[in-house]
């Protein structure tokens, strides 16, 4: 059977943005951001994806596009006979740690919209508000488990019709819809009483958080989740695109469309969570608080949270997708199963890992696999600071050391004038230097 393909050059880059796209960007960035002291996090998070996220992009989806295979089958493809392959298996185990959490969230954000479907959430309940709406359900057994198994079994059966036409087309209209509503959003956050505080944490860097050398990890580390770096997720998407189309162009636009959504939601966020007093190293919950709290006060604010959270819930539709496909791809060649047998098999896997994660928010809460670590958090610490920055530093090694110069720059299609040489030096040099000096310091 002819191997899949996209059917044309803007349909990967949709699909590419849709994976970039995500719970990262809103949830995720808005309490690592704000667990890191804003600013002097954004400030390094932007020049991480300037300087080693989109070089890597670049890097990756060329290796995808050159092997034509999944992310171990690309090393062995290219790197016959080497051990090379061996740090593709860094991606696959990492999809399984994060889709198992994505998941757990995404089934949150799911939870959210039916209520606003049903229009419960349009007003805070008297007792407890928005915080304790949402401390009472994430604390249940049962609840979240059911929303968090809808979601898997959404993306599951989008993985395994083939995806493309589906998702193309809705990644057409979403992510537009999305980006108006936060540009709204942004807009009534901004009117809020207390706003300016929310902005100048976000916007003007408190240096002395830079001598902390964990933000330099948990800048890296939200880069890479952010653009689905690392894992082989833009490599198994490339291996789907012919060679005839250019990669510079598309890698730019992801990297800058995802920033867009990233800096945005914060300006949302913030304000919100400053004028509503909470506390914006709350973690995890942060944006399922604050955002209804801002829709409660907005006119039609029913109506934008019901947008809200079906463009959210979309959102992170279209990034599970990218992370279930490539334990997807790798077990369809491995054992030569169907698309549809291989994408139930590790859908069911993640949805059974993600019970513990979902259960750590209620009766499992006293385990703390990692320091003061809930599972989630723990989960997310291992694959995003850890196993991503690792597989991005072997495909970085593996294009700038393994493959002589030409071939690296042939297969990126940069020629060998000064941006295809600042993009090898960058990938060569630079992005490995740094990655290891960040790891190493937060090991030490
Ligand atoms: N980037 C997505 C987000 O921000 C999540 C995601 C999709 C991802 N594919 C990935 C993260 C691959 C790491 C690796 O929500």
């Known amino acids: 059977m002819a191997r899949e393909q996209w059917g044309t050059k803007l349909g990967f880059m949709l699909a590419a943005m849709g994976s970039a796209v995500g719970l990262g960007n809103i949830w995720r960035f808005s309490f690592v951001a704000g667990n890191n002291g804003g600013g002097a996090f954004l400030l390094l998070y932007l020049v991480f ?6 070089p890597l992009l670049l890097a990756e989806v060329s290796i995808g ?4 295979s999944d992310v171990i089958g690309s090393y062995q ?3 016959p006979g080497t051990p090379w392959f061996l740090t593709g298996f860094f991606g696959v185990f990492s999809a399984f740690l994060i889709l198992s959490f994505y998941a757990v969230v995404a089934g949150w954000s799911l939870y959210y919209l039916f209520h606003y479907v049903t229009g419960d959430f349009f007003q805070a309940p008297a007792e407890g508000g928005y915080e304790g709406a949402f401390g009472g359900f994430i604390t249940q057994e049962w609840q979240p488990l059911f929303w968090s ?7 599951i059966v989008i993985v395994f019709s083939g995806v493309k036409k589906g998702i193309e087309t809705a990644n057409k209209v979403f992510m537009p819809l999305l980006a108006l509503l936060l540009l709204a959003l942004a807009g009534v956050s901004l009117s809020l009483d207390g706003s ?8 003007q860097p408190d240096w002395s958080a830079l001598t902390q050398p964990s933000i330099y990890v948990q800048a890296l580390g939200q880069a890479f989740f952010s653009l689905s770096l690392g894992m082989g997720a833009l490599l198994t998407y490339g291996s789907y695109l ?3 189309k250019r990669l510079p162009g598309a890698a730019v636009g992801i990297g800058l469309m995802d920033t867009f959504f990233a800096v945005i939601s914060g300006i949302v966020i913030f304000p919100a969570v400053f004028a509503f ?3 914006p190293s709350s973690g995890p919950p942060l944006v399922f608080i604050t955002l209804p709290s801002i829709f409660e006060q907005m006119p039609l604010g029913g109506i934008a949270g019901l ?5 959210l819930s979309l959102a992170a539709l279209s990034s599970a997708i990218s992370i279930l496909e490539v334990p997807t791809a790798y077990f369809m060649r491995l054992f030569r199963w169907s698309r549809t047998k291989a994408s139930v098999i590790v859908g069911a896997i993640m949805f059974f890992l993600g019970i513990s994660v979902s259960l750590g928010f209620g009766i499992w809460s006293g385990i703390t696999p990692i320091g003061e670590r809930n599972i989630l958090d723990s989960m997310d610490y291992i694959a995003s600071n850890i196993l991503l920055p690792l597989g991005g530093l072997s495909m970085a090694l593996f294009v700038g050391w393994y493959f002589t110069k030409a071939t690296a720059l042939k297969a990126v299609d940069f020629g060998d004038n000064v941006i295809g040489n600042v993009w090898y030096g960058l990938v060569k040099y630079l992005l490995p230097v740094m990655i290891i000096i960040i790891f190493i310091s937060s090991v030490l």
């Open 307 to 311: 947008l809200f959270f079906f463009a």
């Open 242 to 244: 012919s060679d005839d």
């Open 149 to 155: 198994a809808l979601f898997m079994t959404m993306t």
């Open 277 to 279: 007093n909470i506390d």
């Open 196 to 203: 300016m505080e929310g902005l100048s944490f976000l916007f």
């Open 77 to 79: 493809k290219l790197a």
């Open 49 to 54: 994806v300037f300087l080693i996220g989109i």
């Open 65 to 68: 596009r050159k092997a034509k």
